[in-house]
């Protein structure tokens, strides 16, 4: 018999979430930590925000706090300038993809 161990991250008594790991463990915990924190600050802006958007938006926002927090310095989120390469990448496909045709007509 094998014997294993497992982390169990739980919250009010839910069962969130379980990891092989006690730093992958407490890594999620934290970000839940941050989500809580954030749905409480959410909770006080000017904006009609349902309980359920508050909750899943704290916890988008915890996900990603790096991207956040780089912008929030007046950095630059690299998914945004990843975001239009991509779409002029498939612009260049298409345009050949019609070029092509163009030839095959000739």
């Known amino acids: 018999m094998a014997v294993v161990v497992k982390y169990v991250v739980e919250r009010n008594g839910v069962e969130r979430m379980t990891f092989t790991t006690k730093k992958e463990a407490d890594a999620y915990d934290k970000m839940l930590d941050i989500a809580e924190s954030?749905?409480?600050?959410?909770?006080k802006v000017d904006v009609p925000l349902s309980e359920q958007q508050i909750e899943s938006l704290a916890l988008e926002i915890a996900k990603s706090k790096e991207d956040?927090?780089?912008?929030?310095?007046?950095?630059?989120?690299p998914v945004v300038t990843?975001?239009?390469?991509?779409?002029?990448?498939?612009?260049?496909?298409?345009s050949t993809e019609d070029n092509n045709d163009k030839k095959q007509v000739n």
């Open 68 to 77: 956040f927090m780089t912008i929030l310095k007046g950095g630059k989120d």
């Open 82 to 94: 990843k975001a239009p390469a991509k779409t002029k990448k498939s612009d260049n496909v298409a």
């Open 38 to 43: 954030l749905e409480l600050m959410l909770e």
